[in-house]
Structures are given as structure tokens and as C-alpha cells.
């Protein structure tokens, strides 16, 4: 056995030595340990780098202006983008990214929040990660991340920007790189949390913004249809209220057309791996960061990373989060959404939805913050996510 294990040990190492994983690096080549030429691992052989750049592009106050950042026919995947705005007004500056020819962009974002995943109070610099931060010296400069995109026929990217009257003249900075596949027919897809993606896997951003949901309401962050498999990925969420009762809403994810959610969180903070109202202040991590805290106006930037956490669906997703779910194991009264029991975020385990001991274990337990139906119209909160989420279609049939 041992000698087996042994022999195992060498002809792996010697694999890793061949491959090239195409996503994430060391961590992948770990996980599946292939040698070039298996789909999946691309040879360096068979891809090329491109790179694009523009420098001090000159945009005048006033009025909106659109510019073409990069176009490309081709298949391959971006993985590094930059971007520099100065003067404090990176906010008024859009990216959008259209997808083989798509005519709506399905990845569209503000670069301060889309690329470090920083709220638009924050103005925390210097920070980084391996998969994001920012490095200049105001709000919008050097802000960059290097999540993947793929494309299969062609990518084009387009910056709006809408710089305010009375700011004078200013200019932006912008790199977009990636990796070009030289035989599309052969295009393995590529590589995320360690798993192997279809090649007809394409990112797509879902965005909620600005929106105010009522105590003990739930709200879907993303609703991807049936017929189609995928991978979420990352999650950002701003969000401000007259309390910070709102921390106690739950994730939840309905995956593959299920009528009862997973749990993914048991509290809004323990989802970006935070505890108690993020007590301990703002973080930058690899995996989730808290990039914004204001104890005054209740309000909370945060970002989490599932690239060491990969959360993989395949028949549909609607993943939600809720409002607060004050009191765990009990049915909640005053919404206006009808509450199922398997909804209800759990208090033991295994969880068969409310009984009497659950009663009886909150019987005791004190509303937080205010208390008693008071709380309850303390807590309507306003807020902002951005959910990214790998998808593909399902294949009719599958081997099993």
C-alpha cells in the first residue's frame, strides 16, 4: 500500500512539473494534476498573451462620453484588468464588457467597486490581494483584479464616463490582458476554484442596485433559469439602515429548480467569515473583506471570493438573502413575504423546520438593537450587490 501511495506521489509530482493550468495557478495544478495536452491543462504552446493599454485618454467635463478600450475576434480569456482615473471621480466612470458579439454587455461595472470591491466612501489605500485591490493614491487609481473571462468568438469593452462640470480636464489609464487560445476548435475552457469549466462557460454579472427591502423581506441577488449549470463566484454587498440588525439575514441558495434552499451563511457578516457586526473592523483578505464600516450611518462594504470555495449548481440558481432573520427556528410575522418552514434559517441539525423545543429555546432570547415590533420598522435597509456567476448551459443527458 505504501509502495503504491509512493508511486502515485512521484507520478504526480512529475505531472505538475508539465502542467500549465489555465485559472488558478499552483492551487489548480495541485488538484488535478494533469500533464499538458489534457483538456483543461492548455500547453503554453497553444496559447499566446495579448495586451492592450491606453494611456492618459483625455475626457473634458461635462456631457457623457464613450470609449472603445479594447475589441478583439478571437477565443481566450482576460485575466488582468487595471484602471487609473484620478481626481476623485472614478464613480462616474462605467466598464462594460459585450461578449461574443452579445448586443446588451453582460458584465457592466463602476471600476472602484467592480475591480477592488471597494465601496464608493472608502478611500483605503494602499491594498491588495492576489485577486484584487488598490494601489493609487485616490479613490479610482490603480484599482485591478484579475478575474477570468472568457470569451469564444470575440470581446469588446467600452468605457462611459460622465465627468462632473467643474473639474476641469482629466484622464484615465487602463490595461486589459489575457490569454488568446491559437486552435478555437480545441478551446478546453478554463479553470475556476480548482474545477474544470465547459468551454461554453461565460461570466455574467448581476447587479442590484439601490434598492430598499423591508424588514424580514428576501431578496433575490440572482436568478439564473433552468437549462443551465454554473459556478458562483463572487459576491458584493453595500449597505446602510438605522441599525445593523439587518447582519442577522442569511444567505440562501434554491440550486437545481430545489423548492428549499441551502444555507450558506448563518448571518450576513459570517458570509463574508466576519463575526458580530464585523466587530473587529475593516479586513482585506484573498477569500472576503469588510472594505467599508461606518458605525454612524450603519453602513457596510464587503466583498467575498468563493475561489477556495466553490459553490457549483446544475439546473438553475436563485441565490437570495434576507433582511435580517432575527429570531432563528421561528416562523416571523409582519412580512410581506409568506415564510415556507425549510426557509427559515436553522437552530439544530438536522432542521425539519419550526417545532415546539424551537419555540422554546428562543422563548427567552431578546431582540437586539430596539426590540419588540419597534425593531421591525427600524430595519428596512438600503442596499447594493453585485453577484458574479460562471454559466453553461446543461447538457440534455450526462453520463453518471
Known amino acids: 500500500m505504501g509502495s503504491t501511495m509512493g508511486s502515485q506521489s512521484r507520478s504526480c509530482s512529475a505531472m505538475r512539473t508539465r502542467a500549465v493550468c489555465w485559472g488558478v495557478g499552483l492551487m489548480a495544478v495541485g488538484l488535478l494534476c494533469l500533464p499538458s495536452g489534457v483538456v483543461g491543462v492548455p500547453s503554453a504552446l497553444n496559447v499566446k498573451t495579448f495586451s492592450s493599454v491606453i494611456k492618459g485618454g483625455l475626457l473634458e467635463p461635462g456631457g457623457i462620453r464613450k470609449v472603445l478600450c479594447f475589441d478583439m475576434n478571437g477565443t481566450g480569456v482576460v485575466n488582468h484588468i487595471w484602471f487609473t482615473l484620478g481626481g ?3 464613480e462616474h466612470a462605467v466598464l462594460a464588457f459585450y461578449i461574443d458579439n452579445e448586443p446588451v454587455p453582460s458584465i457592466e461595472f463602476s471600476p472602484t467597486v467592480g475591480l477592488a470591491g471597494a465601496a464608493p466612501e472608502d478611500r483605503t489605500t494602499p491594498w491588495g490581494t492576489e485577486f484584487q485591490g488598490r494601489t493609487g493614491g485616490s479613490a479610482g487609481e490603480g484599482v485591478f483584479n484579475t478575474r477570468r473571462i472568457p470569451f469564444g468568438t470575440r470581446i469588446r469593452v467600452v468605457a462611459t464616463f460622465a465627468v462632473p462640470a467643474g473639474v476641469g480636464i482629466q484622464s484615465f489609464f487602463v490595461i486589459i490582458r489575457g490569454l488568446e ?3 478555437p476548435a480545441t478551446f478546453p475552457g478554463i479553470v475556476v476554484g480548482g474545477l474544470q469549466l465547459p468551454p461554453t462557460a461565460r461570466l455574467k454579472l448581476y447587479t442590484t442596485a439601490n434598492v430598499t427591502i423591508k424588514a424580514l423581506d428576501y431578496l433575490t441577488l440572482a436568478n439564473v433559469s433552468t437549462g443551465t ?5 463572487e459576491v458584493y454587498m453595500h449597505a446602510n439602515s438605522t441599525l445593523f440588525l439587518f447582519m442577522e439575514g442569511c444567505f440562501r441558495a434554491f440550486m437545481d429548480d ?9 448571518g450576513t457578516e459570517d458570509y463574508f467569515n466576519s463575526a458580530n457586526y464585523f466587530n473587529a473592523g475593516t479586513f482585506r483578505l484573498p477569500n472576503s473583506g469588510l472594505t467599508y464600516k461606518d458605525e454612524t450611518s450603519y453602513t ?3 466583498y467575498r471570493n468563493h475561489e477556495r470555495d466553490p459553490i457549483v449548481f446544475q439546473n438553475g440558481l436563485r441565490f437570495v438573502w434576507r433582511n435580517s432573520d432575527e429570531i432563528p427556528g421561528v416562523v416571523d410575522v409582519n412580512t410581506s413575504t409568506s415564510t415556507p418552514p425549510s426557509w427559515i434559517c436553522p437552530i439544530t441539525f438536522p432542521w425539519n423546520g419550526p ?5 422554546l ?12 415590533a419597534k425593531s421591525l420598522e427600524l430595519l428596512p ?16 443527458t450526462k453520463n453518471t
Open 88 to 90: 476623485e471621480v472614478a
Open 181 to 183: 487560445w491559437l486552435e
Open 229 to 233: 449549470g454554473g459556478m458562483l463566484h
Open 258 to 266: 430545489a423548492d428549499a434552499p441551502i444555507f450558506l451563511s448563518s
Open 300 to 302: 457596510i462594504a464587503a
Open 355 to 359: 417545532s415546539a423545543e424551537t419555540t
Open 361 to 372: 429555546l428562543n422563548a427567552n432570547r431578546k431582540r437586539t438593537e430596539g426590540g419588540g
Open 381 to 396: 435597509v438600503e442596499a447594493t450587490f453585485l453577484v458574479w456567476v460562471y454559466e453553461w448551459p446543461t447538457p440534455a
